[in-house]
């Protein structure tokens, strides 16, 4: 509404106030223009004009779905992290075959020395991860309080508890499957990468790239693609979640040793520091509990992490043997 | 290193400026990457569709383009506004796909201006805010305007793009984007109250 001379069509296109005045959104603004085109007739065609520039043509603006330019994108990452990988792949090959070979000759030893496979087991403490290469080649990161075990004759076979990222290659000649087993439910895929958590007596898989089937406990069998997030309860009987996760990086952040939260309840962030450290939890006033937190705080290190959470939402956190107590300043 | 305070920069990024966006795509950040792709995929494959009138081919073509942008990142100069660019490097991009396709250039779109949009009924809202425009055959007459006034049109009514911005894209200036689509609704107008006399 400044004092402008409104004598050309776009002095009226671009004023901010004639937009409200034709949207009929402002009251200072409807009435200012109500006046002043009554007080201005010999502006009344131009006026005209620009309101029809305006408003011009509605259309429903048909839009993609958010899954699907999800889907899009995931498309898009997969075709971009491949090229960057291309470069390396004589090194991994060289890497594979001694890998091969080492299976190889772990089988033939085991069969003459113990006729029998050795169990292998990788377990992590709280606040501790772990980064695995299998035999096979493909790569798991393991979370805290979490663990996996495997035969060595048969690396692309491994059993879950707790959570875990796993980066499976692809086995192009042979294409033999990858498995992922639970209490919950397996996971079967031929190259891909996807989380899998069972802590809080259920499994969850997410999957980032690729497909993958799982095979629930009550024999139901389930595809997944790029971006769904699945979580099954084989003591419920149920399927629990099953949607769609945009931000990847908000389930899977975990592996780079940082926990993400997005507009999360305070109360719900510590249950997640409750399980990758291994402390209780006590809140000694319930108002705190739905304080929103948005940020990154890190896995391994719970000083700075309890510093981090303390700073964003101004609560204190006190340590005292195996608790952490909140409590207002 | 990763510091951990609580700038929630990396999740807020949608709310930062086309020029820091871009900026960070330039240096390879994935993420601004990812929220320039979620910001502009379903715009451009509804301008694309409306060009190549193909839907698999729009999605291919959309892969190609962004995987393209990617690549060659560290080359691209310094913007301030992004729609402009994207619209206009897609539809030249679109262009080139569908002639190096056809073979016998039985349809020749070399010639930017030979793009023809088509509406259909189901695009067009029922209630017009311009009530004139309210129970006529919209869809009818919109296509019976010159291809240029319908590119405006579409890319400013459809896409929500500004006049500033077209511009850019139909490589024209401001005051002809203003007389395109001036021009436009003033034969719609006259257009339906023919119509309607007949009617």
């Known amino acids: ?329 | 290193m990763f510091s951990y305070f609580f700038l929630p920069c990396e999740l807020n990024m949608e709310k930062l400026s086309d020029h820091f966006i871009w900026k960070s795509l330039k240096e390879g950040d994935l993420k601004a990457f990812s929220v320039l792709f979620e910001a502009y995929y379903p715009k451009l494959y509804n301008y694309g569709l409306k060009i190549s009138k193909n839907a698999s081919f729009t999605e291919d073509s959309l892969q190609d383009f962004f995987l393209y942008i990617y690549e060659h990142r560290e080359n691209l100069s310094d913007l301030d506004e992004i729609a402009p660019y994207l619209f206009l490097s897609y539809k030249r991009f679109l262009i080139r796909i569908i002639n190096r396709n056809n073979k016998n250039r039985t349809l020749d779109v070399s010639n930017e201006t030979l793009i023809d949009f088509e509406f259909t009924a189901e695009e067009i809202m029922e209630k017009q805010e311009t009530e004139r425009f309210n129970k006529t055959n919209l869809p009818k007459i919109l296509n019976g305007l010159p291809k240029r006034q319908k590119e405006a049109i579409y890319l400013k009514y459809y896409s929500g793009l500004k006049a500033k911005e077209i511009a850019k894209i139909m490589n024209i200036n401001y005051q002809s984007v203003i007389n395109l689509l001036f021009k436009a609704i003033k034969s719609l107008k006259e257009d339906i109250s023919i119509m309607k006399l007949f009617n």
């Open chain 1, 1 to 329: 509404m400044t004092k402008k001379k409104y004598n050309h069509i776009n002095h009226f296109l671009e004023d901010k106030s004639f937009n409200n005045w034709v949207y009929q959104k402002n009251a200072t603004d409807i009435n200012f223009w109500d006046v002043w085109i009554e007080n201005n007739p010999e502006r009344k065609d131009l006026v005209e004009k620009a309101r029809d520039l305006i408003t011009g043509i509605s259309f429903k603006r048909n839009l993609v779905s958010k899954e699907k330019v999800s889907l899009e994108w995931n498309k898009l990452q997969a075709t971009i992290k491949e090229k960057q990988i291309k470069p390396k792949r004589k090194v991994i090959f060289l890497k594979q075959i001694t890998a091969a070979a080492s299976v190889l000759l772990l089988i033939i030893a085991s069969f003459y020395f113990l006729n029998r496979n050795p169990l292998i087991t990788h377990k992590t403490n709280f606040g501790e991860t772990l980064k695995i290469k299998l035999l096979d080649g493909s790569d798991v990161n393991l979370n805290s309080n979490s663990s996996i075990s495997y035969y060595t004759n048969d690396s692309r076979k491994v059993w879950l508890s707790g959570e875990a990222f796993f980066q499976v290659d692809k086995k192009e000649n042979t294409n033999a499957k990858f498995f992922v087993l639970t209490d919950d439910l397996s996971v079967e895929v031929y190259g891909t990468t996807f989380n899998v958590n069972t802590k809080k007596e259920k499994t969850a898989v997410f999957l980032e790239e690729g497909n993958i089937w799982l095979s629930l406990k009550n024999g139901e069998t389930k595809k997944m693609k790029p971006g769904n997030f699945l979580s099954y309860s084989s003591k419920k009987n149920k399927v629990l979640e099953d949607t769609n996760i945009y931000n990847s990086t908000l389930k899977t952040s975990w592996k780079d040793g940082t926990l993400l939260f997005e507009n999360l309840s305070l109360a719900k962030a510590m249950g997640k520091i409750e399980e990758s450290y291994g402390y209780t939890i006590i809140f000694k006033d319930s108002k705190s509990k739905n304080t929103l937190i948005t940020g990154a705080v890190p896995l391994t290190n719970l000083n700075i992490c309890i510093k981090a959470i303390e700073k964003s939402t101004g609560v204190t956190i006190t340590k005292k043997n195996n608790t952490l107590i909140i409590s207002k300043k």
